[in-house]
């Protein structure tokens, strides 16, 4: 009759009353999920964890054993058990899709609230307000960071440093006003000189300069390549305002 022979593994991580490593909650999580009984030892104090490193000559914690063999860090896990470690400095189109998707859903949710139905011409004019308010947030959040990153590439700000400063804040009021319909006579002008000048910056710096610049359209820690996604913002903030000067005299409002 054949026995079965559990799994087990050795954990090391920090656990003290000022930190408890995240990593090695997920280091245990993983080795779990794997089916391996996990030897949880706590280094709970800083002599601990000092002589440990020092004693398995490592710099971090956690780390794990398994069959006696030191397999590392939860990254070095993550590897042993086939699986591929996020580089975190690699280029994403990630932020910028959650973002929009995000805009989206609230559109659709704002029309259903207040028509009951789903598609509607105003929900693609409330989908691009509110994207804008969204990506003005990003840029909000580190106003120097998205500055630093918009001077690499924006014409306008590279001889106005100051209009760097003061793009997420004109996004931002644009978005607003646009979303509410309200003063027009503002948000139009707006959304249509920096969304010109913003699409023009980018088309030149990537399709004539051919530069590789990273996008400041989700703020300052951007990994979004700049182009396609910068350049779609831009231009999404120039049709908003064309369409918002025409459609009083297509709709007849």
Same mark, same amino acid.
């Given at each position: 009759?054949?026995?079965? /022979?559990?799994? @087990?593994?050795?954990?090391?991580?920090?656990?003290?009353?000022?930190?408890?490593? &995240?990593? %090695?909650?997920?280091?245990?999580?993983?080795?779990? @999920?794997?089916?391996?009984?996990?030897?949880?030892?706590?280094?709970?104090?800083? =002599?601990?964890?000092?002589?440990?490193?020092?004693?398995?000559?490592? @710099?971090?914690?956690?780390?794990?054993?398994?069959?006696?063999?030191?397999?590392?860090?939860?990254?070095?896990?993550?590897?042993?058990?086939? %699986?591929?470690?996020?580089?975190?400095?690699?280029?994403?189109? /990630?932020?910028?899709?959650?973002?929009?998707?995000?805009?989206?859903? !609230?559109?659709?949710?704002?029309?259903?609230?207040?028509?009951?139905?789903?598609?509607?011409?105003? /929900?693609?004019?409330?989908?691009?307000?509110?994207?804008?308010?969204?990506?003005?947030?990003?840029?909000?959040?580190?106003?120097?960071?998205?500055?630093?990153?918009?001077?690499?590439?924006?014409?306008?700000?590279?001889?106005?440093?100051?209009?760097?400063?003061?793009?997420?804040?004109? =996004?931002?009021?644009?978005?607003?006003?646009?979303?509410?319909?309200?003063?027009?006579?503002?948000?139009? &002008?707006?959304?249509?000189?920096?969304?010109?000048?913003?699409?023009?910056?980018?088309?030149?710096?990537?399709?004539?300069?051919?530069?590789?610049?990273?996008? $400041?359209?989700?703020? %300052?820690?951007?990994?979004?390549?700049?182009?396609?996604?910068?350049? /779609?913002?831009?231009? !999404?903030?120039?049709?908003?305002?064309?369409? !918002?000067?025409?459609? &009083?005299?297509?709709?007849? $409002?």
């Amino acid at each position: 009759m054949a026995t079965h /022979t559990a799994k @087990r593994a050795k954990l090391y991580r920090m656990v003290t009353a000022e930190h408890i490593c &995240p990593f %090695g909650l997920k280091a245990r999580a993983l080795l779990k @999920r794997k089916g391996y009984e996990v030897e949880d030892h706590w280094l709970e104090n800083r =002599e601990e964890i000092d002589a440990f490193k020092a004693q398995h000559h490592v @710099r971090t914690t956690p780390q794990t054993f398994i069959d006696a063999k030191q397999i590392g860090g939860y990254d070095e896990l993550v590897e042993h058990f086939g %699986g591929t470690v996020k580089d975190k400095d690699a280029v994403s189109y /990630t932020p910028v899709i959650a973002l929009l998707m995000m805009a989206a859903l !609230m559109a659709l949710a704002v029309s259903w609230a207040t028509f009951e139905q789903i598609v509607r011409l105003q /929900t693609l004019e409330w989908f691009i307000a509110i994207a804008m308010c969204l990506l003005a947030v990003q840029k909000l959040k580190d106003v120097d960071g998205f500055a630093t990153m918009f001077l690499n590439y924006d014409l306008l700000a590279q001889r106005w440093v100051r209009y760097a400063y003061l793009y997420p804040f004109g =996004e931002a009021l644009a978005g607003v006003l646009m979303l509410a319909g309200a003063m027009l006579w503002l948000s139009v &002008p707006i959304a249509l000189v920096i969304g010109s000048i913003g699409a023009w910056s980018v088309f030149k710096a990537v399709y004539i300069d051919k530069r590789e610049l990273k996008c $400041a359209c989700v703020g %300052g820690d951007s990994k979004v390549p700049l182009g396609f996604v910068s350049l /779609t913002e831009n231009l !999404m903030m120039v049709a908003m305002a064309v369409w !918002m000067m025409i459609k &009083p005299f297509l709709l007849g $409002a």
